[in-house]
């Protein structure tokens, strides 16, 4: 495993140059097949998605999904199925996602008031920290309601207790690779220790949030939160008999899966993309042009008016191209004996797709490393999985729930970056010495130094 190095998309995606699009790799007791082009992720996918849809056993996902209650790691079965089908009708629902639009556009303004104060002194502002905040607080209210903000809980412990999570799921456990003495080896590293607080302190977190809403002195709101929601559907299900048992760790894994996977990927995006801008001042403006002739003199931008902002969606298709927020997607487990690539390949076999090598394939995509926004002109290309050639959040039964809820807010939010700001690098660089370098933490392929950049007040 070390020989793949800090980034090993980048190493998987060299090694299938000289080996292929399907791999197959030894970790250990492990087993595992790479996929690194289209055509082999569309037979995994789509071909045979119903036969690839289950998940591996792991450890850490076991344990801080209150043993696999949550729907990104839970295998595939009747629970797992019923809780896609509650994700798609009431909490990732177009309808629940656009009720919640006073939200992102609240904390979004309150961005923009808080970099301009920089803007009035020309001081940089860290974009990354600024990123981080904005989705975690869009997340927060959302997720837990306005009674979140006064009830004492620290957006700043949720925020590490979340960030110790992500790092305990990059680490190495020995139990994932060597089941029989591994165990013995994460003991000794302390690592089952360090687990079980940070099993602990999300625990602890997401039941004094619930309790919150089971108060009935809590301070009513005009709109369920996704909170209100889980506890509905619980109440329901307590009168359905054959519906499967749904109770407060239901819930409680199902909240871990909205901020492990959620707050982090709309902040990423959106920090690539600015990044992506300031070393290109000509999409920058392109992007700002648009953004100011369609909201004119108003002084912000609404979700209303991000369906004309063509450029803008241009700009994130290919954010999602060269910076995937997975780059390697959770992986899959087979069930039955299927065939890929002309390949035989039996059940209880890992497969892992390479979505940042399939973004940067030379053969679908023309000067790949290239940031350039216009390739997408008169194309049909989209990102929510039906074309392989670009899956930053993987396709068919296993694809994101939550693709719709982040789209949203990282359009909204660049949107308003753009029309409210012009935007330089600090003094003494040029746009070409931004440092895009990658770091990788719980599968998140994140921008390893902070983005500064100085805001020009314009709206």
Same mark, same amino acid.
């Given at each position: 495993?070390?020989?793949?190095?800090?980034?090993?998309?980048k190493?998987?995606?060299?090694?299938?140059k000289?080996?292929?699009?399907?791999?197959?790799?030894?970790?250990?007791?492990?087993?595992?097949?790479?996929?690194?082009?289209?055509?082999?992720?569309r037979?995994?996918?789509?071909?045979?998605?119903?036969?690839?849809?289950?998940?591996?056993?792991?450890?850490?996902?076991?344990?801080?999904?209150?043993?696999? $209650?949550d729907i990104v790691?839970?295998?595939?079965?009747?629970?797992?199925?019923?809780?896609?089908?509650?994700?798609?009708?009431?909490?990732?629902?177009?309808?629940?996602?656009?009720?919640y639009?006073?939200?992102?556009?609240?904390e979004?303004a309150?961005?923009?008031?808080?970099?301009?104060q920089?803007?009035?002194s020309?001081t940089?502002?860290?974009?990354s920290e600024?990123?981080l905040?904005?989705s975690?607080?869009?997340?927060?209210? !959302?997720?837990?309601g306005?009674?979140?903000?006064?009830?004492?809980l620290?957006?700043?412990?949720?925020?590490?207790?979340?960030h110790?999570?992500?790092?305990?799921?990059?680490?190495?456990s020995?139990?994932?690779?060597?089941?029989?003495?591994?165990?013995?080896?994460?003991?000794l590293s302390?690592?089952?220790?360090?687990?079980?607080?940070?099993f602990?302190?999300?625990?602890?977190?997401?039941?004094q949030?619930?309790?919150?809403?089971?108060?009935? $002195?809590?301070?009513?709101?005009?709109?369920?939160?996704?909170?209100?929601?889980?506890l509905?559907?619980e109440?329901?299900?307590?009168?359905?008999?054959?519906?499967?048992?749904?109770?407060?760790?239901?819930?409680?894994?199902?909240?871990?899966?909205?901020f492990?996977?959620?707050?982090?990927t709309?902040?990423?995006t959106m920090?690539w993309?600015?990044?992506?801008?300031?070393?290109?001042?000509r999409?920058? $403006?392109n992007?700002?042009?648009?953004?100011?002739?369609?909201?004119?003199n108003?002084g912000?931008?609404?979700?209303t008016?991000? !369906?004309h902002?063509?450029?803008?969606?241009?700009?994130? $298709?290919?954010?999602f191209r060269?910076?995937?927020?997975?780059?390697?997607?959770?992986?899959?487990?087979?069930?039955?004996?299927?065939?890929?690539?002309g390949y035989?390949?039996?059940?209880?076999?890992?497969?892992?797709?390479?979505?940042?090598?399939?973004?940067?394939?030379?053969?679908?995509?023309?000067?790949?490393?290239?940031?350039?926004p216009?390739?997408?002109?008169?194309?049909?290309?989209?990102?929510k999985?039906q074309?392989?050639?670009?899956?930053?959040?993987?396709?068919g039964?296993?694809?994101?729930?939550?693709?719709?809820?982040?789209?949203?807010t990282?359009?909204?939010?660049?949107?308003?970056?753009?029309?409210?700001?012009?935007?330089?690098?600090?003094?003494?660089?040029?746009e070409?010495?931004?440092?895009?370098?990658e770091? !990788?933490g719980?599968?998140?392929t994140?921008?390893r130094?902070?983005?500064?950049?100085?805001?020009?007040?314009?709206?």
């Open positions: 495993m070390h020989q793949l190095g800090e980034l090993p998309h190493t998987l995606s060299q090694l299938s000289k080996y292929g699009p399907i791999m197959l790799l030894k970790f250990g007791s492990k087993t595992i097949i790479n996929i690194s082009s289209a055509e082999a992720a037979q995994v996918l789509k071909v045979n998605d119903l036969d690839c849809c289950s998940r591996p056993v792991s450890s850490t996902a076991g344990r801080l999904t209150y043993n696999y $209650k790691f839970a295998p595939y079965g009747d629970y797992w199925r019923e809780l896609r089908k509650i994700c798609a009708l009431e909490l990732f629902s177009v309808a629940r996602v656009q009720s639009s006073f939200i992102r556009e609240e979004v309150s961005l923009v008031n808080s970099i301009s920089s803007a009035s020309a940089p502002v860290d974009l600024k990123m905040a904005l975690a607080n869009i997340l927060c209210r !959302t997720a837990f306005n009674n979140f903000r006064g009830s004492g620290d957006n700043g412990k949720l925020r590490e207790v979340f110790e999570a992500e790092v305990m799921f990059a680490s190495f020995a139990t994932e690779f060597f089941p029989y003495v591994g165990w013995i080896i994460d003991r302390g690592r089952i220790r360090r687990l079980e607080k940070i602990r302190d999300l625990d602890d977190f997401l039941q949030t619930i309790d919150l809403h089971l108060n009935p $002195k809590k301070t009513e709101q005009d709109h369920e939160d996704l909170i209100d929601v889980l509905r559907i109440r329901d299900q307590r009168t359905n008999t054959g519906a499967p048992p749904f109770n407060k760790d239901n819930i409680k894994a199902i909240l871990f899966d909205m492990l996977g959620g707050s982090n709309a902040a990423v920090l993309a600015m990044a992506e801008l300031a070393r290109n001042p999409a920058m $403006k992007a700002q042009d648009e953004v100011r002739n369609v909201v004119g108003r912000n931008v609404t979700e008016d991000i !369906t902002l063509h450029y803008l969606k241009m700009i994130i $298709k290919e954010t060269l910076h995937p927020p997975a780059a390697i997607l959770l992986p899959r487990l087979t069930m039955t004996d299927v065939k890929i690539g035989d390949i039996g059940p209880n076999s890992l497969l892992q797709v390479n979505a940042w090598a399939l973004g940067r394939d030379p053969d679908y995509w023309k000067n790949p490393e290239e940031f350039y216009e390739r997408f002109v008169d194309s049909s290309i989209e990102y999985g074309h392989f050639e670009l899956l930053p959040f993987g396709s039964r296993r694809g994101c729930p939550g693709i719709y809820m982040g789209a949203t990282v359009e909204l939010s660049l949107a308003n970056l753009l029309y409210c700001f012009d935007w330089k690098v600090p003094s003494g660089m040029k070409e010495d931004i440092n895009m370098e770091s !990788t719980a599968g998140l994140q921008k130094i902070p983005l500064n950049l100085v805001p020009v007040k314009v709206f």
